[in-house]
Structures are given as C-alpha cells and as structure tokens.
C-alpha cells in the first residue's frame, strides 16, 4: 500500500492543493518501507492531474489537512481514500495513521474560501486541529 501526504517543510501542509510537493510512502507489514518525494503540479489540486498520477503510483490514502470537495469527489473517484484535519510530522502522522489512531475530520473547505488557510500546520504535532486520536 502506498500512503500520500501533501507536505511543506517536513509536516502536513495545511491545503492539499498547495502543497510544496508529496511526500509518498510505501507501506509493508504495517511498516514505512520507503519514503519518496513527487513534486506538487501547479495550479489547484483539484484541477490537476495529481488524483490520477497518484493512484498509477499505487497510492490508496491521503492524509491531508484542508480540503476542498472538488479534490476529495476527484481522488475518491481515482480510489484514493481521504482523511482530511490531519497536521504536523509526516513521518509521525502515517505512523499514527498505521496504529490506527487518525480519523477523518469530516471538515472540507469551501473552493472560494481555501485562500485563507496557511501552508504549514498551526501545531506540528499529531492530534491537534481535527485528528481524532481514540483513548
């Protein structure tokens, strides 16, 4: 399984379609196995050919932090399963993602308001602004 996350400076960029690149990773046994960078296409995320070119890599997740309901209606239709509201480490978050403890936020943004969002996460750390870690 492959693991997408939309990444600026080592944690989950707040806006999927903005992202400085994507950090790709290969699962094995519930394990990292490989990490590797995609650059981001230009221009929204939802216009883009990124759902498409994902899903070729064999990417079945993203974990994301806003997102707008164009680019989650388009990487569902590519078989990619979304969980938005996550935030910090990357690293971290697909760990957490892999023991179980990161669920979809439920939150989109709207596509006239995703300007307002900043590019790098309020608080680096797992758990914080709509991940939901269970007990």
Known sequence: MKIAVPTREGVVDNHFGHCDH???????????TEQTDMPSPQGCGCKSGIAADLQQMGVEVMLAGSM??????????HGIKVVRGCSGNVVELVEAYLAGVVKDSGEACG??????????ADNPIVGYKGVVVKD
Do not use: E, P
């Not at 707008?68 to 239709?77: D, E, P, R, V, Y």
């Open 68 to 77: 707008g309901a164009g680019a989650l209606n388009k990487l569902s239709q």
């Open 111 to 120: 596509h006239h308001d995703c300007g307002s969002h900043s590019h790098v």
């Open 22 to 32: 994507y950090t790709i990773f290969t699962i094995n046994g519930n394990k990292i």
